[in-house]
């Protein structure tokens, strides 16, 4: 019998020593985290191979009356790092410690306003570039605040992680059951200089990944450890880098949301650890990973600790991990054993049959059919190809010889390379084999919101614009009559029907009392009751509106859309019908409960249906530059020039201002440069019937990437 051969690691995150006033509460959680490492150690035999750490060792800078110096932080997270070591029999060596650092690593004294004001002006990829290659004095200045962090690895033990301590990367090699591993460590911690840095900060990705890929480049395993997840970086680099890591490594690890989760993109998984420690009423959280080498799969056992027992227990997620928190994967970009392995070869695991890909439009340039066919001869894919010759070109591919996660990672790299060619990849129902179609005709799809102050009387509570909703329909109805191939998926907000209940119970922020759970009720009810009225105005326009309600589909993680099953709203676009979605409540894993805002909605569903535009409308004409003087209006923004301009939030109060939405459009527009978000009134008659037929004559403030993505802020619009 061969025994099974393992590898397996433990991940925490963001321990947050020294944090002020939590003295008692940090010693209460991280000496019953040691307890429950021993106890897994004892009860499921986790010996771990490599301690990984993504960030925040300390809690940082702080102006608190009780808050420590930065180094006697750091003495507390050196104790601890040596107890989790100590907590295994026999100890961790330290050379299998790996720790990169995070945000709150950063000695905050040292940061100036030069060079905040520096980096902020950067807009090209290839200035932070040779700001990390050159090492010069403005480099040297910004590694400066992450000196006591260098120390720390240096006072730990762990002199293995100062490789490249100019940069405080690393890229090591380590030998484990004959399976070579590649650990690369990412510093995504050297351009954080203030609160509120989302999507703002600079990696020099492609520099870090570049450098580490030469080094490990023949691992069997690759495993990349980084504090910050995607979504946290500058539209130039995020999410390409991001897409990156997914190529070239099997593993990625992070920290910072405060989140355990499991993701599994195509031949990638990603885990992120919660934090280790952060309060005891929050969530705390880490996870170990287990390899099992000889069957090609792994689990990741998700722990938390749960406050109300006051102890660690398995964090389950329905649908997603089983009653002992574990979410099992197939090992991605397995390598074969350095070593020869004498064992049996395995029987073929009954697979299911793959989905034909098919490449059909009027519009698809030669080139993407090329990148298709060539991926497919890359990847070995036996495959066959009909071509229609004419005004219709036609590519069919169907798979055989490949396994699922191949396949997956060909869609991606597809997926990728149709979003730069303009084309879309969705699913269709309508034919029998369910195949991927990428489809050159996808700007025929438009998502439009009716804001709740459109569509209510915002002054008294649950009052309708019921003459302003029919009219509404009537030039939906008309625009579709005029543009008979264009889809839609219509949204609105809540306006005062769920405002004044929401805001009563401060639905957004979290649901868990009894009284607050009957606000969570309530606030449904209304909506519901709203949206009743928005199909019952679609129907008499003689429109097949029919409600697709996020309550029933949604799950929510810290107030965001974690999970969506959106195959009843695909389904109805595809049988002509016409989809009506809304702000909802949304029970949360996190908050216990939460409201989803339409905007958030529309976000998530983009990179699956890929609209061609997004159209917000409301009664304000657009954003203003000085609200409220509303004398000059935005007509233009790109995720080139955008700044922060002067506004207010005017349609939807309770689920997220007007600054925090334009900035995720800009988001939104950065990742999927083919859709614009036009922001818009929709009070004037004829003008929703004027912005779905016309598409080169937009009455209020447009939203899109650049044309030739290098545009700069002059050419704003005001």
């Not at 429950?36 to 925040?56: A, C, N, S, V």
Request: contains cysteine; proline residues 5%; glycine residues 8%.
């Amino acid at each position: 019998m061969v025994k099974d051969k393992f590898i397996t690691w433990l991940h925490i995150s963001d321990l947050h020593a020294g944090k002020p006033n939590a003295k008692w509460d940090y010693e209460f959680i991280t000496d019953r985290f040691l307890e429950d490492l021993k106890r897994m150690r004892d009860e499921q035999y986790f010996h771990p191979d490599f301690i990984f750490f993504t960030g925040d060792a300390i809690f940082g800078h702080s102006t608190l009356p009780d808050a420590i110096d930065i180094r006697d932080q750091y003495k507390l997270a050196h104790d601890f790092f040596n107890q989790v070591c100590n907590a295994f029999e026999p100890q961790v060596d330290k050379k299998n410690l790996f720790i990169v650092p995070g945000n709150h690593d950063v000695n905050r004294t040292k940061v100036t306003e030069d060079q905040t004001a520096w980096i902020d002006s950067k807009k090209d990829v290839e200035t932070i570039r040779n700001l990390l290659d050159s090492t010069s004095l403005m480099w040297i200045r910004f590694m400066e605040r992450l000196h006591d962090f260098k120390k720390f690895l240096k006072d730990l033990g762990c002199d293995h992680l100062l490789d490249d301590p100019k940069h405080l990367t690393y890229n090591i090699a380590r030998t484990v059951n004959g399976y070579s591993i590649g650990i690369t460590g990412l510093n995504s911690a050297w351009s954080c200089c203030r609160d509120g840095e989302k999507g703002k900060l600079w990696l020099g990705g492609l520099w870090q990944i570049e450098k580490a890929i030469r080094i490990i480049k023949g691992a069997d395993i690759k495993i990349a450890l980084i504090h910050h997840p995607s979504g946290w970086f500058v539209p130039q680099e995020d999410p390409e880098v991001f897409r990156q890591l997914e190529l070239e490594y099997g593993f990625s690890l992070n920290g910072h949301d405060h989140r355990n989760w499991v993701e599994k993109i195509n031949n990638h998984i990603r885990i992120a650890s919660s934090a280790c420690y952060y309060r005891h009423d929050k969530e705390n959280g880490y996870c170990f990973t287990r390899l099992n080498m000889n069957s090609g799969t792994g689990e990741v056992w998700l722990r938390k600790f749960e406050s109300s027992g006051l102890e660690w227990i398995p964090r389950i997620i329905p649908r997603v991990t089983d009653n002992r928190g574990v979410v099992p994967f197939e090992i991605p970009n397995i390598g074969k054993p350095t070593k020869k392995d004498s064992r049996p070869p395995k029987k073929p695991r009954p697979t299911k049959p793959l989905p034909k890909l098919v490449i059909s439009g009027s519009n698809i340039p030669n080139e993407f059919i090329e990148k298709v066919l060539n991926l497919a001869s890359e990847y070995r894919i036996n495959f066959t190809v009909k071509i229609r010759v004419g005004d219709n070109p036609f590519v069919e591919l169907i798979p055989s010889g490949v396994s699922s996660l191949q396949f997956s990672k060909i869609m991606q790299e597809i997926n990728y390379f149709g979003q730069q060619s303009n084309q879309a990849i969705r699913q269709v129902e309508n034919l029998e084999t369910e195949p991927f179609v990428i489809d050159g005709t996808n700007n025929d799809l438009i998502f439009l919101k009716l804001g709740g102050a459109l569509i209510t009387d915002k002054t008294q509570a649950y009052v309708p614009r019921l003459s302003k909703l029919d009219e509404i329909a009537t030039e939906i109805a008309e625009a579709l009559q005029r543009k008979p191939k264009m889809q839609l998926v219509i949204g609105h907000g809540s306006g005062s029907f769920g405002n004044v209940t929401a805001s009563r119970f401060h639905t957004r922020q979290g649901v868990t009392t009894e009284n607050a759970w009957r606000g969570f009720a309530e606030v449904w009810y209304q909506v519901s009751a709203l949206n009743k009225l928005v199909v019952e105005s679609l129907r008499r326009a003689g429109l097949p509106a029919i409600t697709i309600s996020p309550l029933a589909s949604v799950s929510a993680h810290a107030g965001k859309v974690n999970t969506w099953d959106t195959y009843s709203l695909r389904f109805a676009l595809g049988k002509g019908l016409l989809p009506v979605i809304h702000g909802d409540v949304a029970f949360d894993d996190v908050r216990g409960g939460t409201i989803i805002s339409t905007e958030e909605l529309f976000t998530y569903l983009t990179p699956q249906l890929f609209p061609g535009r997004i159209l917000l409308a409301g009664r304000e004409p657009g954003i203003w530059a000085d609200f409220p003087a509303r004398t000059q209006l935005i007509t233009e923004i790109t995720t080139a020039n955008s700044y922060v301009f002067g506004t207010k939030d005017i349609d939807d109060t309770f689920t997220g201002g007007m600054v925090g939405r334009l900035g995720d459009m800009l988001n939104l527009c950065s990742k999927f440069p083919h859709t614009s978000v036009l922001i818009f009134s929709g009070e004037p008659v004829g003008n929703i019937l004027n912005v779905l037929t016309n598409e080169t004559d937009f009455p209020g403030t447009l939203i899109r990437a650049p044309m030739d993505w290098k545009e700069d802020k002059q050419n704003t619009r005001v």
